[in-house]
DNA sequence: GTCTATATCATGATAGAC
DNA sequence: GTCTATCATGATATAGAC
């Protein structure tokens, strides 16, 4: 996932395989030390505490999520479109980077980062909901609360992402999206 | 949760409340006993170690979820009022006990049970899958894999009650039924 | 069955040499 | 910036009286 072979990189590297797989509690500083061939002391010289290798985890793994989902949208006129092309961008990264996936949405970051807002709350969820609303000004989206259509569309991909991630589903997200999107579009088309 | 006031029932309400607020790992079984007003000495005897309290909690949560389930799904004929019946006593489920909906949906069991299975291969999804594949027989629902189905069709209400959990969303969960779940019906039916 | 007091141990974090 | 060795804390779990 983070691919220059710097000692931070290293680093965020094994701690993201060790807190996808395992979760956040159940790996020590020490497992992450062995995992990414460096010493202790040079973690806590770059990461300050535990945490801030979460912390650091978190906020570029959000942002590269944001960049997600504004390059899924952009280049599309409606909103249609737009939330089609997100979804996609999801099923991919979903795909090729399963942990990062996991660890943005099933981790519960308020349990070890205190001041992290909910996952919902979040910049690239606000983002869909933008979109959502969006296609409601367009008429593309019949009105109703924002947050129960965003729920609704984005909500059966969500899940079949997680049931991707749990190993219940056979086969590759991208290609099952040709039947999933329709499903999920035609909840909330007008 | 757990209403009658004997030591088992008392340290599992305890403990309930504390895992979904502050997660598994947060919470010592010092605070438990504290909370409970049971000594640490009882606790051990009663669970055996802090995994048996927690093995106890999502066997009994996945128990009462199953009958939740099935009581919704109960009397009607057709897999819509069957699962419109389900995602009805979900709704009322997540507003009555949202600590324990909480743990169940969103907690990471296999962090803490090391052979717990993924949430979405418990009984209760696999009664809510079993439901569409029933709708698909009888031609209620367009025939495609199951998997997606489910997921389209119980992904947004489950989405939902995740952000009312989080907070995000204002109204109780019941009182927005009548708008989600044609939504969700719509986009597998055929 | 319930309690208090205690043992044990792992982990987060630091010190200080290189 | 990187390392090894070490400390300090606090949690799980147990012993044993009542």
């Known amino acids: 996932m983070f691919s220059s072979d710097n000692t931070r990189d290293r680093v965020l590297n094994a701690a ?26 040079s973690i806590y010289h770059h990461f300050g505490d535990k945490e801030g290798i979460a912390q650091s985890l978190v906020s570029l793994l959000t942002t590269h999520m944001e960049g997600l989902i504004r390059s899924g949208a952009a280049g599309h006129g409606s909103a249609h479109d737009r939330a089609h ?12 980077e399963p942990r990062a996936m996991d660890f943005m949405l099933t981790a519960r970051h308020r349990e070890f980062l205190p001041s992290a807002p909910p996952v ?19 008429g593309e989206i019949e009105r109703m609360d ?13 899940r079949l ?25 035609r909840s909330v088309a007008r």
Chains 1, 2 share one sequence.
């Open 85 to 96: 092309g997100v979804v996609a961008r999801l099923f991919q990264f979903a795909e090729q």
């Open 16 to 41: 993201l395989e060790l807190f996808a797989e395992r979760g956040y509690f159940t790996t020590s500083v020490h497992d992450i030390a062995r995992l990414a061939g460096i010493s202790i002391g």
């Open 146 to 158: 924002v947050m129960i259509a965003a729920s609704c569309l984005f909500g059966g991909p969500l």
């Open 120 to 138: 919902c709350a979040s910049r690239p969820f606000q983002m869909m909901r933008e979109i959502v609303a969006e296609g409601m000004e367009t």
């Open 161 to 185: 992402i997680a049931t991707r991630i749990d190993g219940l589903l056979d086969r590759p997200l991208p290609e099952t999206l040709d039947e999933v999107w329709p499903l999920a579009w």
